[in-house]
């Protein structure tokens, strides 16, 4: 059975029953955990390689549990993609980061972040009136659509019809697009011909072991060299040394995400640690 007093994520991932029964308990939960605010959002830094300089920062979801403390958004998200509250849950992470987007506009000027990602998730994208909400949202927190960046996997693109659609039209808005954790997917380099894709956010598996001749570092090369014939943005994720950042910037990349440059955190942690401690 699950504890209920652990502290963080990791502690809770390793040890909750990953059963169905689990997901249906947490998924039975959500309504609930909507309707008292027990959601909360982290922001990671997107840094300059190589000196770190705070160039974006993606936002992550939280689900602070009454009892459970928090949960990882990797246990909750397919239980609310499951029944459907993804979608309700969605529009308030999209509205509170972009709230977040603007305040920090506001306190801080040109130290905040260009620019905000939000992860979006399939059941979101399939909707018809998604890139509507979009604009909505923007037009009422106050956000410019340039600062805007919506993550989307590949899976949740593969298979083309709305979900094509949605990008499209967000694309059309000038909202950015980012294929998250890419290179993972069933179809990667396909998806860039019918794809509006705006940026690469290459997955950490490929980072993991970046500074060890071998097939990483060859696969993270050819991916940024796709990026720059595209004329993309490509974004390493997952990094967690010096080295694999030391790595990256001589392969090229300008853009860099992980635990070495900075964790998620919450507001006001954020802007105390990373918008005031950033080169
Ligand atoms: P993701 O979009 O690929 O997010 C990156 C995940 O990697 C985050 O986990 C982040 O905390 C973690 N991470 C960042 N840097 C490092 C590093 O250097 N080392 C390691 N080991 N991990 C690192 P998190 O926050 O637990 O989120 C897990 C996944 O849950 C996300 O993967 C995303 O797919 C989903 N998710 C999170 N927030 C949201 C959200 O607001 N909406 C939706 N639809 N999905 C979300
Ligand atoms: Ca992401
Ligand atoms: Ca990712
Ligand atoms: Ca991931």
């Known amino acids: 059975a699950a504890k209920t007093s652990g502290d963080t994520c990791r502690r809770h991932t390793a040890e909750l029953d990953d059963t169905a029964d689990e997901q249906a308990r947490l998924g039975a939960e959500l309504r609930t955990a909507l309707d008292t605010g027990q959601f909360r959002m982290v922001y990671q830094p997107i840094v300059e390689l190589p000196h770190g300089r705070l160039r974006a920062v993606e936002a992550l979801v939280r689900w602070d549990h009454p009892e459970r403390g928090l949960i990882s958004p990797d246990r909750f998200i397919p239980a609310a993609e499951h ?15 972009c709230a977040q987007a603007v305040e920090w ?18 059941r979101q994208l399939a909707q018809p009136g998604f890139a509507a909400l979009v604009e909505r949202v923007l037009d009422e927190t106050g956000m410019p659509v340039g600062r805007l960046t919506v993550e989307v996997t590949e899976t949740a693109v593969f298979g083309g019809g709305q979900a094509l659609q949605t990008l499209n039209d967000l694309h059309d ?11 993972t997917g ?6 860039l011909q019918t794809v509006p894709v705006d940026v690469l956010k290459v997955d950490k598996s490929f980072v993991d ?20 014939g595209l004329g993309l943005t490509a974004v390493a994720e997952g990094v967690e040394t010096a080295e694999q950042a030391a790595e990256l910037y001589r392969l090229g990349y300008q853009l860099a995400q992980g635990y070495h440059f900075g964790r998620p955190v919450a507001e006001p942690d954020f802007a105390a640690e990373v918008v005031v401690a950033t080169p």
Do not use: C, K, Y
Not at 105 to 122: C, H, M
Not at 186 to 191: F, I
């Open 105 to 122: 506009q506001a306190d801080w000027g040109p130290r905040a972040p260009e620019r905000t990602s939000v992860n979006v998730s399939a």
């Open 209 to 228: 072991n970046i500074t060890m001749a071998g097939r990483h570092a060859v696969i993270a090369t050819a991916l940024i060299r796709v990026s720059e």
């Open 173 to 183: 808005l000038g909202v950015r697009i980012a294929l998250d954790d890419f290179g």
């Open 186 to 191: 069933h179809s990667s380099l396909g998806l």
């Open 83 to 97: 029944n459907g509250l993804i979608i309700e849950l969605g529009e308030w992470i999209l509205r509170t980061a």
